[in-house]
């Protein structure tokens, strides 16, 4: 049989969406039988992942991705396979609210029932495309103040500015992604082509409505941004204490795969680094006092400490600002608010600083 990502899938070398050369071959990747993720390296900014269960007479999908073109391109490479079993996509399960994981949801077919957490669904309907349409401006202007020489913040103007050029990437102008029509809160166990598949909450953490899929037949676990691989996380939302709770849940599925939301799939290893890496950060940003998050979280990446871990080689250092500022913000806090968007670009433009700072 002829291998069906080879034509559709990013290959090593060739551009990733952000314009890099992939680091690691995406596309389709059979994790167990019948179980497939959808990987798109190099797993940085909108390069997201993606999965598909195939079952007797339906299929579900996990998640679609950042914009049209993208998710016609996965689903076009995924048709083969649920054609060959008579098993359509029945079911479309989305992981979290952010856009890179639910954009596309319009490519799939007006049938196919959406599931996501009632957390989920709050920030699809207060994040829809149009949202970054209406603020695209804010990069070009950030830009041309970047350059005024007396102004001050002018490396937080060319994060910004740097963000906004990344998101020119993808196409969000006439996105209007359906939202779901079912939706929960705590766990969810669905039946899709007679394989059991397990919804569980696991949220707030990256984002306020986190949810993972697990396949008990497969020993799968599709955990969206709850694991990175070879990527720095970035916690959106918090607290850290979920983040690490949802982590030692997904261990104690003793999954035999775990795809995460970006980067290739893991397993017990990198589900276990990304532990560590919350829990040390957590007790960094502890014993820190209260030394500024811009301060700290540079200090913390140029530290010997960090270079030593599995964390001093992942992609996108700078993202650690976003996520000692949020330790900051939330610890002790059971359920934060959402972030405002002006509450975000000020992360963001902090991000972009630190980016700049360690070169
Ligand atoms: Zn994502």
Not at 70 to 98: Q, Y
Request: no cysteine; proline share 8%; hydrophobic share 45%.
């Amino acid at each position: 049989m002829e291998d069906s990502s080879a034509a559709t899938g990013t290959r090593i070398g060739q551009p990733t969406p952000l314009g890099e050369a992939a680091s690691f071959d995406g596309g389709l990747v059979e994790v167990a039988d019948r179980t497939w993720a959808w990987l798109q390296p190099n797993g940085g900014l909108g390069e997201s992942n993606a999965g598909l269960v195939v079952g007797r007479g339906g299929s579900l999908l996990v998640d679609t991705l950042w914009d049209a073109a993208l998710t016609t391109r996965m689903l076009e490479a995924m048709a083969p396979l649920t054609e060959a079993s008579d098993a359509p996509i029945a079911t479309l399960f989305n992981t979290h609210g952010d856009g890179d994981h639910w954009y596309g949801n319009a490519g799939v077919a007006p049938g196919v029932e959406i599931i996501a957490t009632e957390a989920a669904n709050e920030q699809m309907r207060a994040e829809p495309p149009a949202l970054l349409t209406r603020l695209a401006p804010i990069g070009p202007v950030a830009g041309v103040a970047a350059r005024l020489p007396l102004l001050p913040g002018r490396p937080q103007l060319r994060g910004m500015a740097a963000f906004s050029a990344a998101l020119g990437s993808y196409e969000f102008n006439g996105l209007e992604p359906r939202r779901p029509d079912l939706r929960f809160t705590g766990s969810l166990a669905i039946e899709v082509g007679a394989r059991r598949v397990e919804l569980i909450e696991a949220g707030p953490a990256h984002t306020p409505g986190d949810a993972i899929a697990w396949l008990p037949d497969a020993r799968v676990a599709y955990v969206g941004d709850i694991l990175f691989n070879g990527v720095t996380p970035i916690m959106w939302a918090g607290p850290v204490d979920n983040w690490i709770a949802a982590l030692e849940r997904i261990a104690g599925l003793d999954p035999a795969v775990v795809v995460g939301g970006h980067g290739p799939p893991g397993g017990a290893t990198e589900v276990a680094a990304m532990h560590a890496y919350w829990t040390w950060l957590r007790e960094e940003v502890a014993a820190a006092g209260d030394e500024g998050a811009g301060r700290l979280a540079e200090r913390l990446v140029r530290s010997s400490a960090y270079a030593a871990e599995p964390w001093g080689v992942w992609r996108n250092p700078e993202r650690t600002h976003v996520n000692v500022a949020r330790i900051q913000a939330t610890s002790g806090v059971a359920a934060p608010k959402p972030l405002g968007t002006v509450e975000r670009i000020r992360l963001i433009a902090g991000m972009g600083a630190l980016a700049e700072r360690l070169g």
